[in-house]
């Protein structure tokens, strides 16, 4: 069966990160004005939601005696420039742009102190300062080069694939508000999909970031569900990849009703259905 | 590697239980901590025995293992009442070791630290009139043999049952437990008692794995040790922590109060 493999650090899998930094994303979320002037940008919330989830990737791979290597973890931003965002050390680079995630663990661009929510160990709770790594910082400029983002990311998973070939295969998260600038997506990403490992064909998933009131499109199962007077909203579809079992009973966990053909695309995400999807498309299996 | 549980895991020479102990960590060229803990006393009435198994995702999972395992037998906590009542004092000690253990270490650390281990746990009495009581949270298996047959199968009686979301008790008195299972029944001379984690229970209700739990009883370590290594290699069995605990009444139930039966070296 695909998309069964065992996750082990002999075995580990990969996700990259594909986001979108361009000019449009200086703009809050659709909706947000009504919460007054105040609102983040879309970029601020993407920063915060990816820096958030690769802490809670590396928290999930943490025991006492350090990080596991159960992930090997890339983020493309694509802008004004098609850049990773995160870096292998000079004594570790394994060439595919993908880190292991320890290292990814002991070299945050900074660690800022927040105030958190944590439980006062008698039934209540109180507020503290936690430290909190950071990683990257939101940009916004320029056009939406997302062709070239899916190439970069074809090249990183074509030769992390090589030296992983019986591995879970490489998740690709693409996030984005607008329409492609520099061609034609949906070619790029079957180029990308079309790289496997012996366990299944690379998952591209794609979240459109909403712009607009309208509700969000969760998790479709047919090009029908999404709307059908956007095109670019039927390209996303076409370019997401089918939910494999063990993300469909993630899903299913949250509450969404999925079949085989539940596609890994949210349309006009707002903050919630981002980081509950991410969440999701994050999950490929039980750590071993 | 193999890993044995504590001092008081072998079966004490005045006791009518004879109890064993094997483990095997997961198969893994980076071998770590066992995460699973087994303990057993069997030199006195009533004879406990408990394993745990800590969850992969949760560090310091081991510890608290140990912990609830540990507990169980000492305690004899073995009815949801009795565990729901212990369970406080425990999550108090584990936190405090791992305060200890985390301070100074990286943020990753302190931060699982903070959001606590979580662990399924089976734990068994055996009465001196007769009487056995279990009591569960999670997919830790009690089977009784009794002629070389299997005749009880508890929580689960199929490997199909076992899922990856086990029930878990946690460490942080802030996560609501979940409410404890319990089972009972009747010994008699002659009946063996196996206590199995996950990955072996399935292991051994697996109609496809040449092993079964009426058979385990006649094993000795090393024969367990080989086993799981066939197991793992025909992927019958799951790469993850193996832990057994066996244990054989060699002589009948003794009839009138717990205190009054042999044998009497009471700890």
Partial sequence: MPYSAEISRQQPTAILFLLDQSASMQEPFGGAEKTGDAAPSRARVLADTVNDLLQNLVLRCAKEEGVRDYFHVGVIGYGQRVRRLVQPTEEYDPGTGLVPISHLADRPQRMEQRVKEVDDGDGGTTETRVKTPIWFDPQAKNGTPMCQALDLAAQSVRDWIDQHPHSFPPIVLNVTDGEATDGDPLRYAQELRSFATDDGEVLLFNIHLSASEEAPVELPSAADEVPTDDEYAEVLFQMSSRLPFSMRSAAEQEGYSVTLDTRGFVFNADPVSLVTFLEIGTRPSNLR | ?267
């Fill in chain 2, 1 to 267: 590697m193999s890993a044995t549980a504590g001092p008081d895991s072998s079966g004490g020479d005045a006791s009518a239980v004879d109890a064993r102990v094997w483990a095997v960590s997961k198969g893994d060229a980076n071998a770590d901590a066992y995460e699973d803990a087994a303990h057993v006393r069997a030199e006195a009435w009533p004879v406990r025995a408990a394993v745990a198994d800590g969850a992969t995702e949760s560090a310091f999972a081991g510890a608290w293992a140990e912990r609830l395992a540990c507990g169980v037998v000492e305690e004899d906590a073995t009815t949801p009442e009795a565990l729901r009542r212990a369970v406080p004092a425990w999550q108090a000690a584990w936190r405090d070791a791992v305060r200890e253990r985390a301070a100074g270490r990286p943020w990753y650390v302190e931060a699982k630290a903070e959001e606590g281990a979580f662990a399924t746990l089976l734990g068994l009495s055996l009465r001196a009139g007769g009487q056995w009581r279990a009591v569960g949270v999670g997919d830790c298996c009690l089977f009784r043999v009794r002629d070389e047959a299997l005749v009880r199968s508890w929580p689960f009686d199929a490997g199909e049952t076992f899922t990856n979301r086990p029930a878990l008790v946690p460490s942080r008195p802030s996560q609501t437990p979940p409410t404890p299972e319990a089972a009972s029944g009747e010994w008699r001379a002659g009946d063996t008692f196996v206590l199995a984690t996950d990955a072996v229970a399935a292991w051994l209700l697996n109609s496809e794995a040449p092993v079964g739990p009426a058979t385990v009883g006649a094993w000795n370590e090393e024969q367990f040790r080989r086993a799981v290594e066939q197991g793992r290699t025909e992927n019958t069995l799951r790469n993850d922590d193996a832990t057994l605990l066996v244990a054989h009444v060699t002589e009948p139930p003794s009839p009138g109060p717990e205190t009054a039966a042999p044998p009497m070296n009471q700890s």
